[in-house]
């Protein structure tokens, strides 16, 4: 950060934001990344991209953060929701096919906790029918699915780099562009519908207004910040497994005992080791064991309240029981303690205050 402020690089687009996109185009193996200010702008580029016009639906889970979903609907779309697996907590891939209609524009699959969705079936509908695939991989970077990277097998995939994820830079996204056709557009509309970035370049003489857009650069006083955790990424993965490990390793046998339920990661899936979460037997257990924890000092959280509930959810027409695994497990869920300076000292105290519980 000191480095771009001495060189006079404060706006984006600029040597950091360059080898940040350099860097996670080379690691996963893609055509193009393009930083962004989040991973919900890069979601609404997105949607920019694929033309949504009021009235297509996109298919999305319920159990997701609310910009999985306002990405599509601010541009008018109608969000259609759909249940989420028991084992995973992902986009129930065998409810997809029903919900389709020919207004369907998206399907947008979120990979909870960095767990893959099971993407082979959710690409071979969308092929089928013609429909973009736009994976919201908030959780999931690094993880594979069935040796496939996460973020890699959606035309569009958005990545998120806020302070509560594994790499971060405070607020910050990036878009990967996997379908080289949405590429030159999406320089476009980030630079606030201009062709700045050819301009740069040195494609055209001057840069003008071309088409319609925003602003979504990142500041390269922040690219800066997350190259030095990109960098690191390898680290910070491998103290993310150390730390997902020893919860998995000292929890599991307790959680059985207690009808507590741990994570599920599929054989085919290598997670990004994201999130530890529990998922408790009843609303009531889950409130006394928050309770239990904070009197410790240790701070555990729910997680995402069903968005077909909510008060947006509603007026497209959500119901309870709409989505019954959904509203099942966001009143159960809880998420421990994990972030990449947790020390082991630190985590036991949280498993010994379980254990105590
Ligand atoms: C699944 C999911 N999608 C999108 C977002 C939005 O990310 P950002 O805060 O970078 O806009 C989040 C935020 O936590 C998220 O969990």
């Known amino acids: 950060m000191t480095e771009a402020l001495r060189i006079g690089q404060i706006a984006g687009d600029q040597s950091f934001t360059k080898r940040c996109q350099r860097l996670l185009e080379e690691v996963l193996q893609v055509p193009r990344v393009l930083l962004t200010t989040s991973c919900t702008h890069a979601l609404e580029l997105a949607a920019l991209l694929l033309n ?11 159990f997701t953060f609310v910009s999985t979903v306002n ?33 369907t524009k998206a399907i947008v699959p979120v990979h909870y906790a960095g767990v893959g969705c099971e993407m082979d079936a959710i690409a071979d509908i969308a092929s089928r029918r013609g429909i973009a695939v736009i994976e919201d991989n908030a959780h999931g970077l690094f993880g594979n699915y069935r040796g496939r990277k996460l973020g890699t097998m959606g035309a569009l995939a958005a990545l998120s780099f806020h302070e509560t994820k594994n790499v971060t830079c405070g607020e910050g996204g990036a878009l990967i562009l996997n379908d080289a056709r949405y590429t030159e557009r999406a320089e476009i509309l980030r630079e606030k519908g201009t062709n700045r970035t050819q301009f740069f370049r040195g494609q055209v003489d001057k840069y003008t207004w071309v088409d319609i857009g925003s602003s979504y650069v990142m500041s390269d006083v922040l690219a800066a910040f997350l190259y030095g955790q990109l ?11 150390r730390i997902w490990e020893l919860y998995d390793r000292r929890l599991s046998e307790w959680a059985r005992q207690h009808g507590i339920r741990t994570p599920t990661v599929p054989p085919h899936c290598g997670q990004a080791y994201h999130m530890y979460y529990l998922l408790l037997p009843s609303l ?14 240790i701070l555990s959280v729910f997680h995402y309240l069903p968005l077909h509930l909510s008060l947006m959810g509603q007026k497209f027409g959500g119901k309870p029981g709409d989505c019954p695994v959904t509203e099942d497990v966001s009143a159960r869920l809880l998420r421990l303690p994990f972030y990449n300076s947790l020390s082991e000292l630190e985590q036991e105290k949280v498993v010994s205050s379980l254990l105590e519980f």
């Open 52 to 62: 949504i016009q009021p009235g297509d639906q996109v298919i999305v889970p319920s």
């Open 71 to 103: 990405a599509f609907v601010v541009r008018g779309a109608q969000p259609v929701f759909t249940d989420i697996r028991e084992d995973t907590l992902n986009m129930d891939e065998a409810q997809v096919e029903r919900l389709l209609t020919a207004r």
């Open 231 to 241: 960098e690191a990424w390898r680290e910070i993965q491998e103290q993310r497994r």
């Open 284 to 297: 009531e257990r889950r409130t006394a064991l928050i309770e239990h924890l904070k009197r410790r000092g």
